[in-house]
Structure formats: structure tokens, C-alpha cells
């Protein structure tokens, strides 16, 4: 019994592949005669590129047991007489894989297509949507790109331009793309040996499903690395508050999801190297080194951007790293209307030093944040804000706290303590040791401060402002005081009632 299944088998391979060679022979066969569809298929390439296109040589030929065309000595007519055509050819190879076609009878999702040397200009329009230049289609969005089984460019120079953000074209050579479909489900993977002016390398990879070329119609996900990048060189579009990049370098990687064709999260690594920027009242920002790791999420029109790594090395200083969070919401205007913060820590001088040259603060604020050289760090430190209700909320430690004198105010140095209210109560509990008071002139020398403790409340109430505490410890070298304080300010402060009392410590 076994003999005979054994003999069965043999005859049934034999046979198969008497019938494979048959088949195959009678493949090529009539793959010799391919020239004659010459002018057929010259006027089917017409038509998809929508410009007289000329075939100089076609030949066939077998990739494995699949029969490929390939399209030689391309010539793209322009439509516009004395204008080059928009889109050029060197090579054009298209197959069909004969097993997928037999099994799924669908010859288009069958195919494959290789555009060799191409050059194409790929545009993301005002409403959001993509289109390729120079490929006629409906409405300039070849949806055909989406029914193939495989699409291939390669070796070729591709533009993008991004017309919704009114960015310049950027120009890339030695792009290979390729175009991965199955049904509604669509891989895009691109790799670009950038020119020397970009930098080394980029890959971009996507998951896609829905219509790429549709907005507000796509979900997914996109992967991007870029290697030894020039910063400057990559700003198509004016960067907020006039800012401008200058020069600077950097490896970059970035993992998003998108939704609706709306990016929905990102997360992302970069490390930024001899970074220059320039904002024309501020003059100059100065990166060495910059390490940061950051995750992004979008949800029910809020927003969180948490940054577990912060590490920035500027010219002068090496800063301790920081850890944060920030929330707000996302709105039709584009505004921000509420505001959240918390700071794991962070170093005050090097937070100072970056609001100073980024956040859009008025100019007398930005002298006076200038004129503080406020020093110290916050820890396990929170913020909330509704900007237009002019409602906050604070809680979080503060450490050897540093702020200069001003004519007004006294300075402080090593001030240390606990934080936690809004605007209309709440209290600090002071905790400080070797602390120093300085003022502009007023005093020869600086009062030292060996221990300052105590806890200040302080109230809002519709006539006034109410700031108190039941006991003040103040120590110096000189004088140690036990005080109580109560100071009340009306909302005009036209005048103020300050009572303190204090004893003098045994």
C-alpha cells in the first residue's frame, strides 16, 4: 500500500512539473513578442501621466515565475511648449505575480510596478489631503497607487512641499519608496541618503489604513529616524516668535499614531548637538548638547507632553537634568486657555534662562525675570492655571532659593520651603537654614539668617488681601525672635495695616 502511494507521488511531481515547464515555456513565448504592444502601451502610459510619453525599447523578461516588463529610454513630453514635463521616467518595470492572480482573480491587486529614476513632486495641499504632480487623476490623487499589490520607486528625486504650512520645497536625491497594499491596509517605507547639506540619512516607515490621499479618512501609525541631521536646513516654514535656527545637528527618532489623519500621540528621542538660535530681541541661544526623551498625547481635545529626560549642556554650564510634565487644551482658536505643570525637578536658572529666550512673556516681565536671577530648584512641584478665569493652583517644595535684590524689594538667598494654594488661599511653610537677606544699598552687609521656620497663610476675601501666621521663628547670629504676623491689603492697595509682635527668645 505504501509502495504505491509512494509511486503516485512521484508521477504526480513529474507531471507537475512537466506541466510547470510547459506552462512557463508558453509564457515565454509569447513574451517575445512584447514589442509589438509598444505603441499600446506607450498611449496607456500617456494617459496615466496625462503627457505624450514615448517608449524607446521594451523587453520581457522572468522574475522567478513571474513575467515582468521592463519600459527602457523613456522620453515625458511637457503639455507647456518650451517647459520641461513635470515628472520623468528612466525606467519603468511592471509584473504580475501569476499564483496571486490565480488565487484572488485580481490581476490590478496582482502587480507590481518599479519606477526607476524617477522625479516627482509630492504636495500636501491646503485642506490637508496629498497629491503627486504629474500623474493625472481624479482630483490629482492617483488612487490606483492604492489598489496594486507593490509600487517601487527607486533611485530617484522626489520634492515635497507642504502648501498648508506655506513651507519652501525641499529637494531629495537617491530616494527609494516603496508602496506595500492589501486591501485597505497600506505600508509606506522610504530611505534617503540624504545630500550632504541635510544631512546623513532619513527612513520613514508607515502602517496606513483608509485613503492616504483623502483627509480627516486615515489611521495608523508612523516611524521616522533621521541621522546626523542639519536642523537649519530642514525649517521650510517660520518658526513662533520670529525664532530661527541658525545652525545645529542632530540624530532624531519619533514613533506617532495618527487618527482621523490627526496626530493623536507621538513619542520620540533627540539628541541635538552645537545648537543655534536666534530670536531678534533676544539675540542668541547656545546649545552644546541637548539629550531629551519626550511622549506626547492627544485626548478629547486635551493634551500631555511628558518629559522624563531632560539634559542640556550650554556653553558655560552642564545643567542638572530635569524631569516634567505639561497639560492644556486644545481649541478651535488655537489658544491656550488652561494650563497644567509638574515639575518631578528642575534647576530655576536654567528654567529662567529658557523662559527669558522662548515663552511669549511681555517685555517689562522679561526684565524682571531678568533682573531676579532667581536661583535654586523646585521639586515634586505642580501648577494649575485657568488663564481666562485668572484661577491658579500651586503645590510643591522649593530649594536654596536665590533672588536678587531690587529697589523695592529686599533679596533672599538659600530660602527653603513647602508651597501649596491658589488664589484665593493657601500657605508656605518655611524651613530654612544659613539663609542671607540682601537689599540695594540699604544695608552694609548682607543679615544673616541661621533658621527661619513658621508657616504664612494667606487669604483672599472681597475687601482685602489677608496674609498671617501664628508663630515666626528668625534666627541670627545676633538675635534670635519668636513673632506673630498679620498683614491685611486692600484690593486697590491704596494702604496697608501690618501687625507684628514678637518676643525675644530666652
Known amino acids: ?32 513578442g512584447i514589442e509589438s504592444y509598444k505603441a499600446d502601451l506607450s498611449t496607456r502610459v500617456s494617459e496615466l501621466v496625462g503627457a505624450p510619453v514615448t517608449i524607446g525599447r521594451i523587453r520581457a523578461n522572468m522574475r522567478g515565475y513571474n513575467p515582468e516588463l521592463v519600459l527602457n529610454e523613456i522620453e515625458v513630453s511637457s503639455t507647456v511648449p518650451g517647459k520641461k514635463p513635470v515628472i520623468e521616467f528612466k525606467e519603468i518595470r511592471m509584473g504580475i505575480n501569476l499564483l496571486d492572480m490565480l488565487v484572488s ?64 520645497p525641499l529637494r531629495f536625491e537617491a530616494v527609494d519608496l516603496a508602496i506595500i497594499n492589501n486591501d485597505q491596509q497600506h505600508r509606506l517605507n522610504i530611505f534617503m541618503k540624504l545630500p550632504k547639506k541635510f544631512g546623513d540619512t532619513l527612513t520613514v516607515s508607515m502602517n496606513l489604513t483608509g485613503n492616504v490621499f483623502k483627509p480627516s479618512a486615515l489611521d495608523g501609525s508612523v516611524f521616522l529616524d533621521g541621522k546626523n541631521l542639519n536642523l537649519a ?67 478629547d481635545n486635551q493634551w500631555r507632553l511628558d518629559v522624563p529626560n531632560f539634559l542640556l549642556e550650554t556653553a558655560d554650564k552642564k545643567w542638572p537634568a530635569a524631569v516634567f510634565s505639561v497639560s492644556g487644551d486644545r481649541t478651535k482658536d488655537d489658544l491656550l486657555h488652561k494650563l497644567g505643570l509638574f515639575v518631578e525637578q528642575v534647576d530655576l536658572q536654567e528654567a529662567s534662562r529658557l523662559l527669558q529666550f522662548f515663552a511669549p512673556l ?9 533682573r531676579s536671577q532667581i536661583k535654586g530648584s523646585l521639586e515634586q ?11 491658579f493652583a500651586v503645590n510643591g517644595k522649593f530649594t536654596k532659593i536665590n533672588i536678587a535684590p531690587s529697589a523695592t524689594m529686599p533679596g533672599i538667598e538659600n530660602l527653603t520651603g513647602q508651597l501649596k494654594g491658589s488664589d484665593q488661599e493657601g500657605s508656605v ?68 495695616k501690618l501687625r507684628i509682635t514678637y518676643q525675644r527668645a530666652q
Do not use: C
Open 381 to 391: 512641584f505642580s501648577l494649575f492655571a485657568d488663564l481666562d478665569e485668572k484661577h
Open 1 to 32: 500500500m505504501i509502495h504505491h502511494i509512494k509511486r503516485a507521488t512521484r508521477h504526480l511531481i513529474f507531471w507537475s512539473l512537466i506541466a510547470s515547464a510547459i506552462s512557463l515555456t508558453g509564457i515565454r513565448l509569447l513574451l517575445l
Open 362 to 370: 511681555p517685555e517689562e516681565q522679561t526684565r524682571l525675570l531678568a
Open 105 to 168: 482573480r485580481d490581476r490590478l491587486a496582482s502587480a507590481w510596478v518599479t519606477l526607476v529614476g524617477a522625479k516627482l513632486t509630492v504636495k500636501r495641499k491646503q485642506d490637508g489631503s496629498f497629491a503627486i504632480v504629474g500623474l493625472k487623476a481624479s482630483d490629482e490623487q492617483p488612487l490606483w497607487l492604492l489598489q496594486g499589490r507593490k509600487y517601487e520607486v527607486l533611485q530617484s528625486e522626489v520634492t515635497w512641499q507642504d502648501e498648508k504650512r506655506n513651507g519652501r
Open 233 to 299: 536646513e530642514w525649517v521650510t516654514v517660520d518658526l513662533p516668535a520670529s525664532m530661527n535656527i541658525d545652525s545645529g545637528i542632530g540624530d532624531i527618532r519619533v514613533w506617532g499614531d495618527l487618527q482621523h489623519s490627526q496626530l493623536s500621540s507621538l513619542v520620540g528621542d533627540a539628541q541635538l548637538q552645537h545648537l543655534q538660535l536666534i530670536k531678534p530681541e533676544q539675540g542668541t541661544f547656545s546649545v552644546k548638547q541637548l539629550k531629551t526623551r519626550f511622549y506626547w498625547k492627544l485626548n
Open 429 to 496: 511653610d518655611l524651613a530654612t537654614k544659613d539663609a542671607r537677606m540682601t537689599t540695594s544699598g540699604l544695608f552694609r552687609e548682607a543679615l544673616k539668617i541661621t533658621k527661619l521656620k513658621g508657616t504664612i497663610a494667606w487669604q483672599q476675601t472681597p475687601d482685602d488681601w489677608i496674609a498671617s501666621s501664628p508663630i515666626i521663628e528668625l534666627d541670627s547670629p545676633d538675635l534670635k525672635t519668636k513673632s506673630r504676623l498679620s498683614l491685611s491689603i486692600p484690593p486697590l492697595m491704596m494702604s496697608a
